[in-house]
């Protein structure tokens, strides 16, 4: 192993360290470990940049500020109201309409867009309630990414993996689909065991909001149906994204450009509302994961897992599914697929199957983001919203969740890979 490797390891451990014991905010520990990286000359200024995914940030930026005029209309306050009337206001069944919704948004939606428009609806039911929302946040969270696994545009490894296997979206959403569909039902029953069954209805809360009429919190008629269009072209922006020629952000900022010039809200007042400390944690970490993809590091964890199998496919499908989802809980999965989609293709060349594990890859590496706060960019969006609510959510208290989640999904898709593609 190289210096330069050894060192990369070490800023990605020491940074790892200092977010879980959450003695420093974790914006100010990814900026420092970048810049630490480039101090001591692991990676260069230009190949640190080509490391951040400005994809993902200018997604974020984007929908941050749609939200923050969206929510303006009172669309999230109707939903909220409308959702505790169909669950006749038990908490239980609240937590699973959310949930549902959460996981069906984020099969067309990227996970980022899907939580940043549940979060205030689930904010603002549970304080309607009296409810603690961070069960509904991790629930959410799991969803998401449960969800974003279904199909091609669900998660960017997805799209990834169906550019280079040229896979369509029918081919994701009939091999992935069921396995999604099977690991949202054992979360389902993982989180009524967790929560559910201490989730009581109070009475004189769920009277007051079944009284409520949920049309008299539209505070702005207008503003809601221009809401309503411009989110459903951003659904069918984000589907056709890659057949218009345009990245995903490009989607997100115009459409939030356009309902900015279309509602006339203060560019500064919606600016003050983006999470800029989040943006900032996914820069660095962005550098700080470059480097282990610039010095070589993930490609020996990539070249390891396919070197324990002995060249069985279906040794080789396990043990892509474990190796992925447990790399991908703490790394992010982006770097990881782009290293693994090489080798699979040599694999192919060489003779090999590699139809299951192209399944294995895309299950693992996406289910894999619920075994750590830092595993998925929607677990590290909703837990800022959570925590500027007046709700932390720490890194030890999502792992004890997230990281027993994602093992039971990736065992759920293990079992259903062993079925669909047997010895």
Known sequence: MTAAQIVAIVVFL???????????????????????????HIVSFDVAMSHVDYNTLGVLLGMMLFVAVVKQSGIFEYLAIRCAHLAKGHPWP?????????????????????????????????????????????????????????????DPPNIMIGSAAHLSFSDFLLNDGPAAALALIAVLVMFYFLYGRRLRKNDTNA?????????????????????????GLVVIGFVLHDNLGLESCVIALGAAALILLISRTSIEEALGQVEWVTLAF????????????????????????IGLTGGSVFAT?????????????????????????????????????????????????CLGGNGSIIGASANVVLSDISAQNGHEITFAQFFRVGFP?????????????MVRFPM
């Open 14 to 40: 020491g940074a790892l360290g200092l977010i879980i014991s959450e003695k420093v905010n974790r914006a100010l520990v990814a900026l420092a470990g970048a810049v630490l990286l480039l101090a001591l």
């Open 94 to 154: 609240i937590m699973v309409l959310l949930m549902v919704l959460t996981a069906c948004l984020s099969a067309f939606l990227d996970n980022v867009t899907t939580v940043l428009l549940m979060g205030p609806v689930t904010l603002t039911l549970c304080r309607l309630l009296n409810l603690d929302p961070v069960p509904y946040f991790l629930g959410e969270i799991m969803a998401s990414n449960i969800g974003g696994t279904s199909t091609l545009i669900g």
């Open 207 to 231: 009277d007051a909001v079944m009284a409520l009429a949920p049309a008299d919190y539209i505070k702005d008629r207008r503003l809601l149906r221009v809401s309503i269009v411009l989110t």
């Open 282 to 305: 996914f820069a660095g970490l962005f550098v700080i994961v470059g480097a282990l993809t610039e010095t070589g590091v993930i490609a020996l964890l990539a070249e390891g897992l």
């Open 317 to 365: 499908m396990l043990v892509l599914l474990f190796g992925s989802a447990l790399v991908s809980a703490f790394l992010d999965n982006i770097p990881f697929v782009a290293t693994m989609i090489p080798i699979l293709l040599a694999l192919g060349a060489s003779g090999m199957d590699t139809t299951p594990l192209w399944w294995a890859v895309s299950l693992g590496a």
């Open 405 to 417: 989640c994602m093992l039971l999904t990736v065992a759920v898709a293990a079992v259903y890979l």
